[in-house]
C-alpha cells in the first residue's frame, strides 16, 4: 500500500454498491480507496452471483420490454414488503432505477435481454451480459481507469468515530495492521449471512445445518462496528432470505446452481419421510422463498423433494445429480428415510390425488383431497420409476439487518444524521427491504444508493474543504 | 437420460461433462456464444456432445472471467481451457490412420519428422543430384522447372496432396459421427443445402467472418477486460493469405495446362501477384497470432493447445517466407538451393496437415454447421 495519506472518500466492501460509490465518488474528481476483504480473485461480494437488477421504464428499450411504471415497481416493493419499507427511500430508488442501464453502460457495463427461461423478467429484470461477476469486472477496470485505489484482502477491524465524524478505519492487510484515514466514509460491505458465529446466536445449533449461497467474505463485521458505534438499526435482526437448495451445495459461495426447482413437480419429505407444506401452493419462483424456513424448520433442517419420471424434462437441470431408484423403498435405502413410512406417504398421496389436467405454466386443477397437508396444484400419482430424491437444506442468501440512512445516505446515529458517513447496499438495504424480496431489486437499491453515497460523500468533503478553504482540491 | 454410445471417458472428456452440469445450471454465459445455447439444448452430455460443444468453442476467453465458479472456486470451471485440451483429443480420436493419432501429441517433433522427409524428397526431386553437373541442370535463371522436372513436381504433389485429402476426409468424416447425437437423425451429409440460407450457408458465414470471436459486438479477450481485435485480425490475415496462396497455385495450373503458359510468371501476373499478397498475409498473419497467443492469459488456454498452434503457425510463416524469397531471388544463381528448401516446407506443411492444428478449421466448421441445422429445428 502507498505511505499514509487522507483520502476524500474511502468506501469499505467491494460489491456493487461500493463500486458504484467509489466511481460515483471519483468521475466528481474524488481521491477513493475501496477496501475489498476478499482477495481479488473472490471479490465483489455477493454481487458476484447477481445476474440483473430491477428497473423501471416508461417504453420498451433494447434491453427491456413493454413498461414498467414507478408505480407498478412501487406496488410489487409494497406488495413483497408487507408495508415493511421506508416509501420515502423506495420511491428515490424506483424512480432512479430508471437511469440505471445508462449510468451503467458509461461504466463499461454491458447488458443484454432477460435469458431463456426468465422471460417473465424481461419487462421489469435488465440483465448484465455474462451476470454479476463480469458486471463487477466492467465496473473495477472503470475503476482502475479512474484512478481509484482499490486495495484486497483489506479486513477491516475498527472504526474511529468521534462526535458522529468518522477520522479512520482500522484495516488489517496481510495481517498489518494500518490505520485509513478518509474524510468521508461509505459502507458497502454487506451483511452478516455468512458469520455463522452470528446465525447461532439467533437460530442456535440449526444454523449448523445452514448454506451460505453467497461470498464467505460478508460477516458482518462493519455492520456489527457501526452499530456498536450508535448506529440506528433497521430490519429484523432475527430475519434472513432463505430458500431451499439442494444439501450437496458447498457451505459457500453456491450461488444459483444449487437451486432446485423440481419441488412443485412432486413430494416433499422430512427425515421421518413425512409431508410437511403444501409443494403445489404457488408457482415455484413465488415459492422458493418460503422453503428454506420450511426445511430450517425440520428435523436436522433436511428435506428431500421426491419425483418420478414424468416430472424429468420438466425443470431447470441440476448441478448434482439425482439420487435415483427403481422403488420407493429402494429410494428410502439411499436417502436413509424409513421405507415403511416413505411408502405409505407416497401411497397415501398417489390415493389422494384428484383427476385433473397436468398444466405446469398455470396453478392447474391437479390436487389431492383429504390430506395433511393437500398438494393445491400439479399433483400427479408419483407411480413412473426411475424415483428420484434430491435432498434439501436451507440456503441463506442475504441478511435484513442494517443501519438506517436518510434520502442522502447518511447514517442515523442515536444523536442525529452522522456528518460524513455513508451506506449503501445490502448494510443498509433493510430500509427498503423490510422484509420478503423481489428478484433483482437488491441490485437496484446497491446501484441508486451507490450513487448517492459516493456523491454524497463527496459532496461534504468538497463544501467542507470550500469552507475552511484548506485548500486541497482534488484533480 | 441418453447413453453414451462411444465413451472416451478421458480426463478433458470427464472434466468437460462436469463443466457443462455447472455451466447448465447457471446459464449466465448464454448471451456469449453458441456453446452455451447448445448446451442449454442438452440435459446430460456424451463424450459426442461435449466434443462437439468443445469444437463450437472459439476461446474467445469471455465466460472464463465472467464465471463466479472459475478456479480456484471448488467448481474450478474453465471453459476456454477445458474446451481447448479436449479439442486436440478430438482430433485425436478422428485422425487417420489411427496410429498417426500421437502426432498430436509430439507436435513439434511431427514437424522436425515431416520436415525431414520434405527435405529428403525434394533433393531427390531435384535434378541437380541425377546431373553431375550443375552448370547443364541450371541453363536459364528463374526456371524451376530445370531444377525440379515439371512432371516430378506434379507426381510429388500430387500424391501428397491426395494423401493430405484423403487423410483430412475420413478424418472429417470420423469426428462428425463422434459428435452426430444418436437419438436424433443427424444426416451424415453435412452437405446438404448450400444456399445463403441454409444451415451451411450461414455457418459459413460464421466461419468467414469469425462471427463467434466478437460475438457480443465486441473482440475476444486477451486478459480480463482487455478486449482487442488482433487475434480477428490475425486470423483473417492467415485464413485469407492461405486461400490466396490456394489460388494462386489453381490460376497457375490452369495457366500451365489450359493455355500452355509455362512459369514463370511475370511479376506482375496473377498468380504472383495472388501469391504475393497471400504470402505477406501468411507472414504477418501467423507471427502476430503467435505474438498475440504469447501475450494472452494463460489461464484461456491448455498447453496441449498451445503447444499445437506454435509449430503450425511457425510451418506456415516458413513456407510463406521461403517462397517469397524464391520469388524475390529467382533470377539468383543459389535459386536452386532457394527451391528446394522451399519445396522442403511445402511438402512438410501438406503432410502435417491431417496432424496439426489445421484440422481445427475442418471440424470447427464442422461443428457451427451442427449448431445452425440445430438452431432450425
Known sequence: MAPPEVYEVAVLGGGNAALCAALAASERGARVIVLERAPRVFRGGNSRHTRNLRCMHTAPTDILTESYSEDEFMTDLLRVTGGATNETLARIVVRASADAPGRMRRFGVRLQPSLRGTLHLGRTNAFFLGGGKALMNSYYAAAERRGVHVVYDADVIGLQIHDGRFESATVRINGREQQVRARSVVLAAGGFESNLEWLKEIWGDAADNFLIRGTPYNTGTVLKLMLDAGAEPVGDPTQCHAVAIDARAPKFDGGIVTRLDCVSLGIVVNKHGDRFYDEGEDFWPKRYAIWGRLVAQQPDQIAYSIIDAKAVGRFMPSVFPPIAAASIRELAALIHVPAGTLAATVERFNGAVRPGIFNHEALDDCRTDGLVPNKTHWAQRLDTPPFWAYPLRPGITFTYLGVKVDERARVALRGGPAANIFAAGEIMAGNILGKGYVAGVGMTIGTVFGEIAGREAWRGVSSDASASHTGHRAR | ?377
Open chain 2, 1 to 377: 437420460m441418453r447413453a453414451d454410445p462411444l465413451p472416451v471417458l478421458t480426463d478433458a472428456t470427464v472434466k468437460s461433462q462436469h463443466e457443462m452440469t455447472v455451466c447448465n445450471s447457471c446459464r449466465y454465459c448464454e448471451a456469449y456464444c453458441p456453446v452455451f445455447q447448445a448446451m442449454e439444448e442438452r440435459l446430460t452430455f456424451t463424450s459426442g456432445d461435449v466434443a462437439y460443444l468443445a469444437n463450437l468453442c472459439h476461446n474467445c476467453g469471455e465466460c472464463l472471467y465472467a464465471c463466479q465458479y472459475a478456479p480456484p472456486h471448488e467448481f474450478g470451471i474453465d471453459v476456454p481451457k477445458t474446451f481447448s485440451a479436449l479439442r486436440v483429443e478430438s482430433y485425436a480420436a478422428a485422425a487417420w490412420p489411427a496410429f498417426a493419432a500421437p502426432a498430436f501429441r509430439s507436435p513439434w517433433t511431427t514437424t522436425a519428422v515431416a520436415l525431414a522427409a520434405g527435405a529428403l524428397a525434394s533433393a531427390l526431386a531435384a535434378r541437380t543430384l541425377w546431373v553431375g553437373d550443375a552448370r547443364v541442370a541450371f541453363p536459364a535463371a528463374a526456371d524451376f522447372y530445370s531444377v525440379v522436372p515439371h512432371d516430378v513436381m506434379v507426381t510429388l504433389f500430387g500424391i501428397v496432396g491426395l494423401f493430405a485429402v484423403v487423410a483430412l476426409g475420413i478424418g472429417y468424416r470420423r469426428f462428425i459421427r463422434s459428435i452426430a447425437d444418436p437419438n436424433i437423425a443427424d444426416p451424415p451429409s453435412p452437405l446438404r443445402g448450400f444456399g445463403a440460407a441454409s444451415p451451411v450457408g450461414a455457418a459459413a458465414r460464421d466461419a468467414l467472418t469469425l462471427k463467434h470471436l466478437h460475438a457480443t459486438g465486441e473482440d475476444c479477450v486477451d486478459a480480463e477486460e482487455k478486449r482487442r481485435p488482433w487475434r480477428r485480425w490475425m486470423h483473417h490475415c492467415t485464413f485469407y493469405g492461405f486461400l490466396l496462396c490456394f489460388a494462386s497455385t489453381s490460376v497457375a495450373a490452369i495457366y500451365h495446362v489450359v493455355f500452355g503458359w509455362v512459369a514463370p510468371y511475370a511479376y506482375t501476373s496473377l498468380p504472383v501477384v495472388l501469391g504475393t499478397v497471400g504470402g505477406l498475409g501468411l507472414l504477418v498473419g501467423p507471427a502476430g497470432l503467435f505474438l498475440v497467443d504469447r501475450r494472452r492469459d494463460p489461464a484461456l488456454t491448455h498447453s496441449t493447445q498451445a503447444s499445437l498452434d506454435a509449430p503450425f503457425l511457425a510451418m506456415l510463416f516458413l513456407t510463406s517466407l521461403t517462397g517469397l524469397l524464391l520469388l524475390a531471388l529467382r533470377e539468383k544463381t543459389f535459386m536452386p538451393s532457394l527451391l528446394i528448401g522451399h519445396l522442403a516446407f511445402v511438402l512438410a506443411f501438406f503432410v502435417t496437415l491431417p496432424y496439426g492444428k489445421f484440422v481445427h478449421g475442418i471440424y470447427r466448421a464442422a461443428a457451427l454447421v451442427k449448431f445452425r441445422r440445430e438452431s432450425n429445428h
